[in-house]
T-cell receptor, first 114, second 110 residues
C-alpha cells in the first residue's frame, strides 16, 4: 500500500483566516514533504521533515507553518494568506531520508484564498 | 539553466500509437530519475524510477536513461485514452530535493 491521504480536498479561506491542512501516511515512511503546485506548473518543494524534524525549508513565507506531530502525520498551518497562495498543496512521503528515494504523493488539497 | 528541461507539449496522438516523452538534465551528480503521471486535479502518481543508464520496462511503459547525453525518456506502447494525463519527469538532487520538469500534457484520441 502506497497511500498518502490529505484532508480537506478543497479549502476556501479569507486572508484573515487560520486553517490547517493535514496529511497522513501509514507506510512507515520516515520523510514527509509539502509541495505547492500552481496550475500547469510542476510541484515546488516547500518543506521536508526527516524523522519528525524539519530538515529543509525552501525559504517559504512564515504565513505557512509546518508541523509534524508524529511519524505518520504532517500538518501545514495557514495564516494571513494572500490570493497568490491559491494552489494545489501536495503532501508526499518516502521510506528513507536520503535523496535517492522515491516519493509518493497524496491527492492534494486545492486551496483558494479570497 | 533549469535543472530539468521538458517540452510542455501539448502532445496529441491516436489510440494505439507509441508515445515518446523526453527530458534533458544539466547536472551529472549521482541521482535517481523518475516519471510521474498526473491526472487533472489529482496528485502525481509514481510510474517508474531508475538510476542507471539503459532501459527499464514495466508493462506498456519503458523508461530509458542515457547519461552520456543527459537524456531521459518514457515510452508508452499501445497507448490508451486512459493514458491521457500530464507526465512529469523528475530527478533527485542532494538533501532529498526532487526537481521536476515542466510536465508534458498528453492526449490519446480514441
Amino acid at each position: 500500500d502506497t497511500e498518502v491521504t490529505q484532508t480537506p480536498k478543497h479549502l476556501v479561506m479569507g486572508m484573515t483566516n487560520k486553517k490547517s491542512l493535514k496529511c497522513e501516511q501509514h507506510m512507515g515512511h520516515r520523510a514527509m514533504y509539502w509541495y505547492k503546485q500552481k496550475a500547469k506548473k510542476p510541484p515546488e518543494l516547500m518543506f521536508v521533515y526527516s524523522y519528525e524534524k524539519l530538515s529543509i525549508n525552501e525559504s517559504v513565507p512564515s504565513r505557512f507553518s509546518p508541523e509534524c506531530p508524529n511519524s505518520s502525520l504532517l500538518n501545514l498551518h495557514l495564516h494571513a494568506l494572500q490570493p497568490e497562495d491559491s494552489a494545489l498543496y501536495l503532501c508526499a512521503s518516502s521510506r528513507k531520508t536520503i535523496s535517492a528515494d522515491t516519493q509518493y504523493f497524496g491527492p492534494g488539497t486545492r486551496l483558494t484564498v479570497l | 539553466q533549469k535543472e530539468v528541461e521538458q517540452d510542455p507539449g501539448p502532445l496529441s496522438v491516436p489510440e494505439g500509437a507509441i508515445v515518446s516523452l523526453n527530458c534533458t538534465y544539466s547536472n551529472s551528480a549521482f541521482q535517481y530519475f523518475m516519471w510521474y503521471r498526473q491526472y487533472s486535479r489529482k496528485g502525481p502518481e509514481l510510474l517508474m524510477y531508475t538510476y542507471s543508464s539503459g532501459n527499464k520496462e514495466d508493462g506498456r511503459f519503458t523508461a530509458q536513461v542515457d547519461k552520456s547525453s543527459k537524456y531521459i525518456s518514457l515510452f508508452i506502447r499501445d497507448s490508451q485514452p486512459s493514458d491521457s494525463a500530464t507526465y512529469l519527469c523528475a530527478r533527485t538532487l542532494v538533501a532529498q530535493k526532487l526537481v521536476f520538469g515542466q510536465g508534458t500534457r498528453l492526449t490519446i484520441n480514441p
